[in-house]
């Protein structure tokens, strides 16, 4: 029989690697609560009209690579494969806007996307991210690039760059649509039914095409930085004065457009020079035409979201440690069926004490038990056989300095203490 294997392009987390994944969030959770942001979580699945309204249509999330499946009733259903359009939703249907003007929320959560697997990029992955509602101010555009600066740099990320660029407002947008049509429409020859589709209906998504023979017209293309109006590039302009103020620095890139339809103004992307092909870690951007799309309402709102895989893997190949695995603090070596059931309420004793402990479960040898407690890195062994069961005392070997000695079992516990 065929043992059945993981879907292509998923990954599973094995406890040598968790150790890095719980210290990241750990990490996460505590610059979040700096900048006072607070957790959000949403379902798995949403109806796909979200993430088609949403997200756009012509993108190529929406148009190539969602899950999307029909339930028992007959409803579109997709796996998420973002969280803007989520929280969002959620945030509007949960009247967040009603506790407070301002909402500053934070996430992590897998996410899915069938793209073609390769390093770094994969079908479920996962993404932290901060989404900051309520304001439409270039601060907050600004506060949000600090922030995963902020996390990236209490992990220990180096070489990293930040990219920034303005697509402008919806009224900026309008006549510079019309330009780009124009010159798309004169340049391409022979657009596919893709391109064409998109010419059509937004040509900015042309921009992000990865078509290799568009690539020397796209950089041709008019640029929207160009024909930005008096807001657009007003607001444009007070981001990058504070990032200045900030030390923060950037590099301006006039083709960033983001593959997603729901940015205005501000957009970002962090890369970092520890990655292949796939070097982006982090991209955000000011979204304030989401809301609505989802309801109808405009809602200013500014965020980001980071890969964790390109993260630990950016981590890893600059050799930055963030997690030792764990070590136990203590294993029970028991030899004999009564001292194996006395091993088994010492287990709880010292777990109680606030010892990771463990023992043997399969009555091997002293020689195996003590290579096992070697394997789990076990700081001391408290070796109970007949004897000492015998005189109600353990022989306590530190596994450092190789010392051993006998502690009374009503020392037990408090010499523990003294060592650890
Ligand atoms: P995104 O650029 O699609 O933006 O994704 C953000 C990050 O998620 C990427 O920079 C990358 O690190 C990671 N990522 C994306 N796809 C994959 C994949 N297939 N495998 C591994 N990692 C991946 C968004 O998702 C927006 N929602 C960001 C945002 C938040 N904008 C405003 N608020």
């Not at 304001?135 to 690039?145: H, K, L, V, W």
């Not at 402008?168 to 049509?181: C, H, N, T, W």
């Amino acid at each position: 029989m065929n043992p059945i294997k993981r879907i292509k392009g998923t990954q599973d987390i094995l406890p040598e690697d968790s150790p890095k994944w719980t210290a990241l969030e750990e990490t996460i959770r505590k610059t979040m609560a700096l900048f006072n942001y607070k957790e959000i979580r949403t379902p798995v699945f949403e109806l796909t009209d979200l993430f088609a309204r949403g997200i756009g249509e012509l993108t190529d999330i929406v148009s190539k690579e969602m899950y999307t499946f029909q339930d028992r009733s007959k409803k579109s259903i997709t796996l998420k494969p973002e969280m803007t359009a989520p929280v969002m939703r959620a945030y509007i249907e949960n009247n967040l806007q009603a506790k407070s003007q301002i909402t500053k929320l934070f996430y992590i959560s897998p996410l899915f996307r069938q793209e073609n697997p390769q390093a770094g990029r994969l079908r479920q992955f996962h993404q932290f991210g901060a989404e900051f509602i309520g304001a439409g101010s270039p601060e907050a555009d600004a506060e949000t690039i600090s922030l995963a600066l902020a996390i990236f740099k209490s992990i220990g990320l180096k070489g990293l760059e930040l990219n920034i660029n303005t697509v402008g407002d919806a009224e900026s947008r309008v006549p510079y649509k019309k330009i780009l049509q124009d010159f798309f429409n004169d340049e391409i020859k022979t657009p596919s039914d893709e391109v064409k589709r998109r010419i059509e209906n937004n040509p900015l998504r042309v921009l992000d095409s990865k078509d290799p023979q568009l690539e020397e017209i796209i950089e041709r293309a008019p640029k929207l930085i160009d024909h930005l109006n008096e807001t657009s590039a007003q607001h444009y302009q007070t981001v990058k004065n504070i990032l200045k103020a900030q030390d923060i620095s950037f590099i301006e890139d006039t083709t960033l457009v983001r593959g997603l339809d729901y940015y205005t103004h501000t957009v970002y992307e962090i890369t970092s020079s520890w990655l292949g092909a796939q070097n982006a870690i982090c991209g955000g951007g000011r979204y304030d035409l989401l809301g609505q799309e989802i309801s109808g309402k405009p809602i200013p709102a500014v965020g980001f979201a980071a890969g964790i895989e390109r993260v630990l893997m950016a981590l890893a190949s600059q050799d930055g440690q963030i997690a030792e695995p764990r070590q136990l603090d203590a294993f029970i070596i028991a030899l004999g069926d009564d001292a194996v059931n006395a091993a088994q309420s010492w287990l709880m004793k010292l777990r109680n004490a606030g010892f990771t402990s463990d023992t043997d479960f399969l009555k091997r040898s002293m020689k195996a038990q003590f290579r096992e407690a070697n394997r789990q890195q076990a700081k001391f062994v408290l070796i109970l056989g007949e004897n000492e069961l015998a005189q109600n005392l353990f022989a306590i070997k530190n596994m450092e300095s190789g010392e051993q000695q006998d502690v009374s079992f009503d020392q037990a516990i408090e010499f523990l203490k003294t060592l650890n």
